[in-house]
Nanobody, 122 residues
Framework: QGQLVESGGGLVQAGGSLRLSCAAS????????MGWFRQAPGKEREFVAT????????LYADSVKGRFTISRDNFKNTVYLQMNSLKPEDTAVYYC???????????????WGQGTQVTVSS
């Protein structure tokens, strides 16, 4: 059974930083691409970043490139999202996901966490 538990969300002022964590079961974490998505009120869920299993290749949405960094610790079965220079438009519920491919993840397949709220005040 896949299990993903996000943490680290909260309220921060614009320009500040937060680090999100996503702890996964070994079954869920092993051999899967890990990713972060977000959903703002009244908007569809959107892709933020992913990191591959073997080479750790990363991919970012243009809106967060240069500000956010995704990383994974394969010994702790945990993926992180370091968010710097936060903007009010980054406010959303952030979801952790795991799937064999980015395509599957973007289509909503794979395993998903319950989400953690990030609020950026201006």
């Amino acid at each position: 059974q896949g299990q993903l538990v996000e943490s680290g969300g909260g309220l921060v002022q614009a320009g500040g930083s937060l680090r999100l964590s996503c702890a996964a079961s070994e079954h869920t974490f092993s051999s899967n691409t890990m990713g972060w998505f977000r959903q703002a009120p009244g908007k569809e869920r959107e892709f933020v970043a992913t990191i591959g299993w073997r080479a750790g290749i990363t991919l970012y949405a243009d809106s967060v490139k240069g500000r956010f960094t995704i990383s994974r610790d394969n010994f702790k079965n945990t993926v992180y999202l370091q968010m710097n220079s936060l903007k009010p438009e980054d406010t959303a519920v952030y979801y952790c996901a795991a799937a064999p491919s980015i395509a599957m993840m973007k289509s909503g397949h794979g395993y998903w966490g319950q989400g953690t709220q990030v609020t950026v005040s201006s």
